[in-house]
């Protein structure tokens, strides 16, 4: 392809998302400066950031999208790995055993939501097994587990999907690798411990820095999974947005367009970060690796 | 002796230790595909009250609300595949091109790469407000090709992705064979590549297709509750505590990712399968 040719072909991609994409972000940073009010003249100001850096529901909100997405993160990066070794020897059955274990995967945030609430919900399925063990007396008995302070359902419903994907990840990353690394530090001397510690986790440190960047992104910007599971107070930013954005008070629409431009900056710059952590990381090895070859 | 005994471990160690791991394995298969069969249940169940773990009487009609003409949920099924439809359609036609040009090394690439991949990953909410907005001011809100427009931000990312794939592992060789035994253009196109590109481009507009499928707040903001799909129409039947129907239309909504995967599972190249494993995520 000529260079022309090229920039022909990469166009209607690149309008599309600098109108799309590009086009929505603008509006919603013109609406957060007050230049697209829905009654009386247009301004620019800061007022809406100003009021709602003094609204105490921000930073509530702040604090409990941190939480979701740090416990989710954490909980999905250690199914991962937990379930990569697990699953990766050779066994019988593995790829029926893979493919009831990644029922997830196809499954969309939506309905992982709505499986929480059936699964975890007051009068759900292990409340009723709780009470067919004797533990739980009534519905008002189960401890809150959707709808609670914690988001517990929220962490539950992202830490089963995320966690799978994790897990084919990390499964992927270590077919690339091989084993001829770990068979190394083994006929070395090293213990199983080891092994995991200074071979094998070293080696997917990248695509576990990676896949944590992704699933913390989503987590803190990703609407449906609060929507449904979540609580009035605290709520996640996403929600929160959504309800300042269609309150019955219109000016408030400014507001909600600074709490989404929030959101996608926060999430893209731990996206940047992981890709300049990650690009460190190598160049860190191969300067190594440089030393230790003359 | 010596020798007796490492035999005597090495046997040991190839029955016992196999067999706890494989415990293990099926336990966590269990726990990680179980949360799937209540909504089997549920979309069957006809009176299932507290605290019985299992319908004490069956019934068809979740499913037959489904299936109704005039129901909301067949005409939530219409828009679904609509918006969808669309959405791939138009994303596989940008992205044909696009995917070319992106299998090539030149210059600036992965710049490019980056942006075309970047609007996948931030989160939507400000785009689709702003969207809302912007196709308030003209006229187009509450439409199908509005809300299928707005479904592009996520799906043309992973469809360039996966058809630059397609066409990065295209060898020249075949091209310049055929141009060797005197192929013109459009025929070396149309029985050269074309075959060869069709199971990957194939792949591309279904990932599209869902990634479109399972949008939710896309929809919600800017269809303006004119264009209901099947997530916002579960979520209106988990509001309103129609648990069976809530369970059916679920049914529905997963059916096309799931045979997708199963169709594909063993087929997928292993780069396509990091991409349709982050679609799938990032897709919801």
Same mark, same amino acid.
């Given at each position: 392809?000529? #260079?022309?040719?090229?920039? %022909? +072909? *990469? &166009?209607?991609?690149?309008?599309?998302? !600098?109108?799309?994409? /590009?086009?929505? $972000?603008?509006?919603?940073?013109?609406?957060?400066?007050?230049?697209?009010?829905?009654?009386?003249?247009?301004?620019?100001?800061?007022?809406?950031?100003?009021?709602?850096?003094?609204?105490?529901?921000?930073?509530?909100?702040? #604090?409990?999208?941190?939480? %979701? +997405? *740090? &416990?989710?993160?954490?909980?999905?990066? !250690?199914?991962?790995? /937990?379930?990569? $070794?697990?699953?990766?020897?050779?066994?019988?059955?593995?790829?029926?055993?893979?493919?009831?274990?990644?029922?997830?995967?196809?499954?969309?945030?939506?309905?992982?939501?709505?499986?929480?609430?059936?699964?975890?919900?007051?009068?759900?399925?292990?409340?009723?097994?709780?009470?067919?063990?004797?533990?739980?007396?009534?519905?008002?008995?189960?401890?809150? $587990?959707?709808?609670?302070?914690?988001?517990?359902?929220?962490?539950?419903?992202?830490?089963?999907?995320?966690?799978?994907?994790?897990?084919?990840?990390?499964?992927?990353?270590?077919?690339?690798?091989?084993?001829?690394?770990?068979?190394?530090?083994?006929?070395?001397?090293?213990?199983?411990?080891?092994?995991?510690?200074?071979?094998?986790?070293?080696?997917?440190?990248?695509?576990?820095?990676?896949?944590?960047?992704?699933?913390?992104?989503?987590?803190?910007?990703?609407?449906?999974?609060?929507?449904?599971?979540?609580?009035?107070?605290?709520?996640?930013?996403?929600?929160?947005?959504?309800?300042?954005?269609?309150?019955?008070?219109?000016?408030?629409?400014?507001?909600?367009?600074?709490?989404?431009?929030?959101?996608?900056?926060?999430?893209?710059?731990?996206?940047?970060?992981?890709?300049?952590?990650?690009?460190?990381?190598?160049?860190?090895?191969?300067?190594?690796?440089?030393?230790?070859?003359? | 002796?010596?020798?007796?005994?490492?035999?005597?471990?090495?046997?040991?160690?190839?029955?016992?230790?196999?067999?706890?791991?494989?415990?293990?394995?099926?336990?966590?298969?269990?726990?990680?595909?179980?949360?799937?069969?209540?909504?089997?249940?549920?979309?069957?169940?006809?009176?299932?009250?507290?605290?019985?773990?299992?319908?004490?009487?069956?019934?068809?009609?979740?499913?037959?609300?489904?299936?109704?003409?005039?129901?909301?949920?067949?005409?939530?099924?219409?828009?679904?595949?609509?918006?969808?439809?669309?959405?791939?359609?138009?994303?596989?036609?940008?992205?044909?091109?696009?995917?070319?040009?992106?299998?090539?090394?030149?210059?600036?690439?992965?710049?490019?790469?980056?942006?075309?991949?970047?609007?996948?990953?931030?989160?939507?909410?400000?785009?689709?407000?702003?969207?809302?907005?912007?196709?308030?001011?003209?006229?187009?809100?509450?439409?199908?090709?509005?809300?299928?427009?707005?479904?592009?931000?996520?799906?043309?990312?992973?469809?360039?992705?996966?058809?630059?794939?397609?066409?990065?592992?295209?060898?020249?060789?075949?091209?310049?064979?055929?141009?060797?035994?005197?192929?013109?253009?459009?025929?070396?196109?149309?029985?050269?590549?074309?075959?060869?590109?069709?199971?990957?481009?194939?792949?591309?507009?279904?990932?599209?297709?869902?990634?479109?499928?399972?949008?939710?707040?896309?929809?919600?903001?800017?269809?303006?509750?004119?264009?209901?799909?099947?997530?916002?129409?579960?979520?209106?039947?988990?509001?309103?505590?129609?648990?069976?129907?809530?369970?059916?239309?679920?049914?529905?909504?997963?059916?096309?990712?799931?045979?997708?995967?199963?169709?594909?599972?063993?087929?997928?190249?292993?780069?396509?399968?990091?991409?349709?494993?982050?679609?799938?995520?990032?897709?919801?």
């Amino acid at each position: 392809m000529t #260079r022309v040719g090229r920039a %022909i +072909a *990469l &166009a209607p991609a690149l309008l599309v998302i !600098a109108v799309l994409f /590009g086009g929505g $972000l603008w509006m919603a940073a013109l609406q957060s400066v007050g230049r697209l009010p829905m009654t009386g003249p247009s301004t620019t100001s800061l007022d809406a950031y100003r009021t709602l850096v003094g609204r105490p529901e921000l930073w509530a909100s702040v #604090r409990f999208s941190l939480w %979701i +997405a *740090l &416990a989710s993160t954490a909980v999905a990066a !250690a199914i991962g790995v /937990g379930a990569a $070794l697990l699953f990766r020897p050779r066994f019988r059955a593995r790829r029926v055993a893979l493919a009831l274990f990644g029922v997830a995967l196809p499954v969309p945030y939506a309905v992982a939501a709505v499986l929480v609430t059936l699964g975890l919900g007051q009068s759900g399925l292990v409340a009723r097994i709780g009470n067919a063990l004797g533990l739980i007396g009534s519905p008002a008995a189960m401890p809150a $587990l959707t709808q609670d302070p914690y988001g517990f359902g929220i962490i539950v419903a992202y830490g089963w999907k995320a966690g799978v994907f994790m897990a084919f990840v990390l499964l992927g990353a270590m077919r690339r690798t091989g084993t001829l690394a770990e068979e190394a530090a083994r006929t070395l001397g090293a213990g199983r411990w080891q092994r995991l510690r200074h071979v094998t986790l070293p080696a997917l440190a990248p695509s576990l820095g990676a896949g944590s960047a992704l699933v913390f992104a989503f987590a803190f910007g990703s609407f449906e999974v609060p929507f449904l599971l979540g609580r009035r107070l605290p709520q996640a930013l996403p929600v929160l947005a959504w309800r300042s954005f269609v309150d019955i008070d219109l000016a408030r629409r400014d507001e909600a367009a600074a709490v989404g431009l929030l959101i996608a900056f926060v999430a893209a710059a731990v996206l940047l970060l992981a890709v300049g952590g990650s690009r460190l990381v190598v160049a860190h090895r191969a300067g190594a690796l440089r030393r230790a070859i003359p | 002796m010596t020798h007796v005994r490492l035999r005597i471990r090495s046997v040991s160690g190839a029955t016992q230790a196999p067999s706890r791991a494989a415990l293990l394995r099926w336990m966590v298969v269990l726990l990680f595909a179980a949360p799937i069969v209540p909504l089997l249940l549920w979309s069957v169940a006809d009176v299932w009250r507290w605290p019985s773990l299992w319908p004490s009487t069956w019934s068809a009609s979740a499913w037959q609300s489904v299936l109704d003409p005039g129901g909301r949920a067949l005409s939530a099924l219409t828009d679904s595949l609509a918006v969808s439809g669309l959405s791939a359609l138009v994303s596989m036609a940008i992205a044909l091109p696009a995917g070319r040009a992106l299998a090539e090394p030149w210059r600036g690439r992965s710049a490019v790469r980056a942006l075309v991949v970047g609007p996948a990953l931030v989160p939507p909410i400000a785009v689709a407000m702003g969207l809302q907005t912007a196709f308030a001011r003209v006229g187009l809100v509450d439409t199908i090709p509005a809300v299928a427009a707005s479904h592009l931000v996520p799906t043309l990312p992973y469809a360039t992705l996966l058809t630059a794939a397609a066409f990065g592992r295209l060898s020249p060789a075949w091209d310049d064979l055929a141009r060797s035994l005197g192929a013109g253009r459009w025929s070396r196109w149309w029985r050269v590549t074309a075959p060869m590109l069709a199971p990957t481009i194939g792949l591309a507009t279904s990932f599209a297709f869902l990634v479109s499928w399972s949008q939710y707040l896309f929809t919600l903001l800017v269809g303006g509750g004119r264009v209901v799909t099947l997530p916002l129409q579960l979520y209106a039947y988990v509001g309103a505590g129609e648990h069976a129907r809530a369970a059916a239309i679920a049914c529905v909504f997963i059916a096309p990712p799931m045979l997708l995967l199963a169709l594909l599972g063993r087929s997928l190249a292993e780069d396509d399968l990091a991409v349709g494993a982050s679609a799938a995520e990032a897709g919801g």
